[in-house]
């Protein structure tokens, strides 16, 4: 089933997520769903928090990516319960852009490499090494489970000058071709 996505300024997106056991309710048909999300809206990732569920889960796809970067051709991951625990080299600028802020891309500094902790959607361990495009996916989606949008980490200037771009995302006034939840709009219509 395709779940609306949040658009930004819903709630959800600015809480820290939880983590969660084997035993929480419909995990693998709400994996299954973020999936199907996901590609319906030819996202690369997908975070619980933008289906409006605060858990720590998130899911990556950057097969589509295998052309530019072999290493990614299989690239399709679940992670639950993630922690990254190292973050290191020389910030590197990347464009990025979100499912929960269609039509914006900003370029974003982050370190290019990280060792990332996670349950897979069977709940096995793994800690593994990250560099280069996909821990930059892995960082904006993990950012997702922790309350923070890409948009958090640009400057207070960038922000300003984003900021009716913004309110309009919030409220609807975008042309979006996947079904969205527009926090904004319901304020507005209360
Ligand atoms: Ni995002």
Redesign the pocket.
Known sequence: MILPIVAYGHPTLKKVAEDITPDYPGLQQLISDMWETMYAAH?V???AP?VNKSIRLFVIDASPYGEEHPELKDFKKVFINAHITDERGEEVTMS??????PGLNEDVSRKPSLTITYLDENFNPHTEEYSGFVARVIQ??Y??IDGV??VDRLSAMRKLLLKNKLKDISEGRIDVDYKMIFPGLYKRRK
Do not use: K, P
Not at 96 to 101: V, Y
């Open positions: 996202g990732g997908l975070a933008q990025e852009g979100c499912l929960s802020i904006h989606e950012d997702h949008l890409y």
